[in-house]
């Protein structure tokens, strides 16, 4: 059975950074892709970064340019640098892992930007 834990959410100022970490229990680049998705309380959980298992990268239109996904294979984690954080980017995020069959998720990690 995968598991994905999340973590290095928190609170944060307007401006600020935050980092968040993604553990994997078995090798990443088993999967075809790893994602980070968001929801934010009333709305559906929309997809924000992805890094394919070629090492492709994808972003939602409404963090380019602030956010980075990347991955560290022999720590089979995966990572979401998040800069210029807005408070519109409060939301719970999920980590997802998807092979050929089925995706799995983490149990997510709270961000919240406020001043």
């Known amino acids: 059975q995968v598991q994905l834990v999340e973590s290095g959410g928190g609170l944060v100022q307007p401006g600020g950074s935050l980092r968040l970490s993604c553990a994997a229990s078995?090798?990443?680049?088993?999967?075809?892709?790893m994602g980070w998705y968001r929801q934010a309380p009333g709305k559906q959980r929309d997809l924000v970064a992805s890094?394919?298992?070629?090492?492709?990268?994808n972003y939602a239109d409404f963090v380019k340019g602030r956010f980075t996904i990347s991955r560290d294979n022999a720590k089979n984690t995966v990572y979401l640098q998040m800069d210029s954080l807005r408070p519109e980017d409060t939301a719970v995020y999920y980590c997802?892992?998807?092979?050929?069959?089925?995706?799995?998720w983490g149990q997510g990690t709270q961000v919240t930007v406020s001043s």
């Open positions: 890094i394919a298992q070629i090492g492709t990268t």
């Open positions: 078995g090798n990443i680049l088993l999967f075809r892709v």
């Open positions: 997802n892992a998807a092979n050929t069959i089925r995706g799995y």
